[in-house]
């Protein structure tokens, strides 16, 4: 297993291209060119085959999707469309996320589909590798229903989204991953799913706190990780209140002590959250002009 020093090091390298060799830390470079996973040219360093063939076991290549839900703060947009279909500016929400997975090289992708869930087939055309799971207790249950149908999933290093999300820096989603975390970023105040950080990894899991990292719907979970997410959804799904939990509250909040996630963050224009008909209508007028 590498360092995860050596791992950022490498998948620079590998997303960015050569780099000044003065710009990276002597000793890391030393132990790279000592492996053979980087070579030297002109003052430049490059990823060397064997330094991506390092990287295979990190590259992630399955992403799962929840588009199950109505969207009812969208209303009326969403009377007839699921939220993740509807356009903003020609382009359809969900697709800003499928075309940054498909960027990152992944296309193993299950989409949990409730609620008008015949219009997501449309998808097809440009996704013909899209799977589609049915959720019809999306109506009664919360979003970890949605979970509980696609369990023999998560056996492998796997991301996990929300299909609502207005993704404008692709980048968002990488190729690779070392270790599970959370989408987030920093704000002094909201009212907002939250976390707060402690020795790097994410707790206090909370609606609406100061000083905290917001909470974006894109996380990744290792293969350790998700087999730990399967007994643990369950667990929690059995017990009475359990149909009525948010997924994410399983490993960040109900059984924290299983998990070590950390933060990834981002900025908030990264992604654009549309959570009302107004914001909708804003953001197509903004684009416009």
């Known amino acids: 297993m590498i360092s995860h020093a050596q791992f950022e090091l490498l998948t620079t390298l590998a997303k960015a291209g050569p780099i000044k060799a003065e710009k990276v830390q002597a000793q890391s470079v030393a132990e790279l060119l000592a492996k053979g996973w980087l070579f030297k040219r002109d003052g430049l360093l490059e990823i060397s085959p064997s330094g991506l063939k390092e990287l295979e076991p990190y590259q992630v290549k399955r992403a799962i999707i929840m588009a199950a839900g109505f ?9 007839e469309t699921p939220k993740p279909l509807v356009e903003v500016n020609g382009k359809r929400i969900i697709e800003t996320l499928l075309d940054a997975l498909v960027a990152a090289e992944i296309k193993d992708i299950t989409v949990i589909v409730g609620y008008q869930r015949q219009q997501f087939k449309s998808l097809l055309a440009n996704y013909p590798f899209l799977k589609f799971v049915t959720n019809d207790d999306y109506v009664n249950c919360n979003n ?5 149908k696609v369990l023999d999933r998560l056996d492998r290093g796997t991301y ?4 609502d999300l ?3 820096n692709p980048a968002v989603i990488s190729k690779y991953q070392y270790d599970s975390n959370i989408l987030g970023y920093y704000c002094q105040e909201t009212t907002d799913w939250c976390f707060k950080l402690q020795a790097g990894c994410v707790t206090d899991y909370r609606q609406g706190n100061t000083d905290c990292y917001n909470e974006y719907g894109i996380s ?5 990780n998700c087999a730990q997410l399967r007994r643990d959804l369950a ?12 997924w994410e509250a399983v490993p960040l909040k109900w059984c924290q002590e299983n998990y070590r996630v950390r933060l990834r963050e981002c900025q ?22």
């Open 144 to 148: 970890i229903s949605s979970m509980m």
């Open 268 to 289: 908030k224009e990264d992604i654009v959250e549309i959570d009302s008909y107004q914001e909708l209508l804003q953001i197509r007028q903004k684009q416009v002009s």
């Open 166 to 168: 207005y993704v404008t």
């Open 220 to 224: 990744y979970w290792t293969k350790k």
């Open 71 to 79: 969207g009812s703060r969208m209303l009326p947009a969403t009377k």
């Open 160 to 163: 996990i989204c929300e299909a």
């Open 235 to 246: 667990a929690v799904y059995a017990q009475p209140e359990g149909p009525q939990q948010f």
